[in-house]
């Protein structure tokens, strides 16, 4: 049982195109997170989601806009990508939003766009 | 921000421990430390965190200076698996991370057999 599972695992698309990840949680927690991954390997928080609201945004461009349809998932829709979108995307959670808490990653989706 | 310093990368040997140090001198009274680890092709690990006392876990060993200005994650017996970026991080609720994990470039562990 994975504890946060990511999908897909691979993405390639053209520039211009619209394009969703979800993420899914099995471990009860409350709040839920996404990273970016870029070429040099810098992971950037993106958006904090508690209890399916939007703690945070990390000045992210409007084109990503994620959703939380309840606690256990957190999905990331990108609109009009961009050459400089092509990154891997994770998603974490954490049982709240506690500074004492530990995050649980997901093993990430690699975007490509062409 | 509080912000940490590693060294970019160390090398070990396997089966020998391992010190990575990490300073953070501005670190805040309720800024917790939190280390991290990037395997190859994997999402980041959790590995330990502290707020003021050292910290033992089945992964590792957390020491935390008396000032707590500087930490050192302790592996006591490095294998091949763990080859990884370790990541020293604060994560407290004030100044510029408001409260989230914030990575920096951490330290690249290479293990030789």
């Known amino acids: 049982d994975t504890a946060v599972s990511q999908t897909p695992k691979y993405l390639v698309t053209q520039m211009g195109n619209d394009k969703s990840i979800k993420c899914e949680q099995n471990?009860?927690?409350?709040?839920m997170y996404w990273y970016k991954q870029d070429s040099k390997k810098f992971l950037k928080i993106m958006f904090s989601y508690n209890n399916k609201e939007l703690i945070i945004n990390e000045t992210v461009p409007n084109r990503f806009s994620p959703k939380s349809p309840d606690k256990a998932h957190l999905n990331l829709h990108i609109n009009s990508l961009e050459l400089g979108d092509s990154a891997v995307y994770f998603c974490a959670s954490s049982q709240n939003w506690g500074v004492g808490e530990k995050l649980f990653f997901g093993s990430g989706t690699q975007l490509s766009v062409l | 921000d509080a912000k940490t310093t590693q060294p970019n990368s160390m090398e070990s040997n396997e089966e020998e421990p391992v010190h990575l140090p990490c300073n953070h001198s501005t670190i805040s009274g309720t800024d917790y430390i939190h280390w991290y680890r990037q395997l190859p092709s994997q999402g980041p690990e959790y590995v330990i965190h502290g707020l003021t006392s050292n910290v033992n876990n089945r992964m590792a060993s957390l020491a935390i200076a008396e000032d707590r200005k500087s930490s050192t994650l302790i592996l006591h017996r490095a294998t091949l698996r763990d080859a990884a970026v370790y990541y020293c991080?604060?994560?407290?609720?004030?100044?510029?991370?408001?409260?989230?994990?914030?990575f920096g470039k951490g330290t690249k562990l290479s293990v030789k057999p």
């Open positions: 991080i604060l994560r407290g609720n004030y100044g510029g991370s408001q409260g989230n994990l914030i």
């Open positions: 471990l009860g927690h409350d709040t």
